[in-house]
């Protein structure tokens, strides 16, 4: 009895905590390389959509946000001040807005004046060839440089301030982006109006 069933289940026990105890160490080891990587990739975001910026302050939570008395919807994620020589000059806006395949999640750099500076999508499960489109730059760059209280995304040619022209075949992820876009506006009006 012991040979065919207490010796496998000792045999088969030890395995398992020797792949436990090697799947602990590779863990250990490579997380701070992961989250170390994970942070570098966000302070190259963070600087590929303020470009002006010297500094970002630590990120501000929407709960931290909300706590302020700010209006903060369900998109915002965090709020970053972008500094140059220890002055506020904008602010990075992190948002999570639903699209087509998922979370779009995305930067949006807004400059004292309301102007977009940069908007980039840090990650995103759109269907490739349609959805994914809308992280290219011929429909980003639509934001880019323009001052508009509200962005909407138009099918057609955009021909009013403020129109976005959706990426065809694609307008529900068209929409969750602008739809994040606005409400990092929303939330950076709200920061300089002061908590309400």
């Known amino acids: 009895m012991f040979k065919e069933i207490i010796r496998p289940a000792i045999v088969l026990f030890l395995i398992c905590a020797l792949i436990t105890g090697a799947l602990a160490y590779v863990n250990g080891v490579t997380k701070?390389?992961?989250?170390?990587?994970?942070k570098q990739a966000q302070r190259d975001g963070l600087a590929k959509v303020?470009?002006?910026a010297d500094t970002f302050s630590a990120p501000q939570t929407a709960d931290q946000l909300k706590g302020k008395g700010y209006q903060?919807?369900?998109r915002i994620v965090s709020a970053y001040e972008a500094q140059k020589n220890a002055e506020t000059i904008g602010y990075v806006i992190e948002v999570s807005?639903?699209?087509?395949?998922?979370p779009?999640?995305?930067?949006?750099?807004?400059?004292?004046?309301?102007?977009?500076l940069g908007a980039l999508i840090t990650s995103s499960n759109e269907t490739p060839g349609?959805?994914?489109?809308?992280?290219e730059p011929a429909f980003m760059g639509q934001y880019l440089g323009a001052v508009s209280d509200e962005f909407k995304v138009v099918?057609?040619?955009?021909?009013?301030e403020g129109d976005i022209q959706a990426v065809s075949g694609a307008t529900i992820s068209s929409r969750a982006v602008t739809?994040?876009?606005?409400?990092?506006?929303?939330m950076v009006r709200s920061i300089r109006g002061g908590a309400k």
């Open 97 to 102: 807005s639903r699209g087509y395949g998922g």
């Open 179 to 186: 739809q994040g876009v606005n409400d990092a506006l929303k």
């Open 130 to 135: 349609l959805g994914s489109k809308a992280a």
């Open 50 to 52: 303020f470009p002006g």
């Open 104 to 116: 779009i999640k995305m930067l949006v750099g807004i400059g004292m004046d309301g102007k977009i």
């Open 155 to 160: 099918k057609g040619k955009a021909s009013a």
């Open 72 to 74: 903060v919807s369900d």
């Open 32 to 38: 701070p390389i992961i989250d170390e990587s994970q």
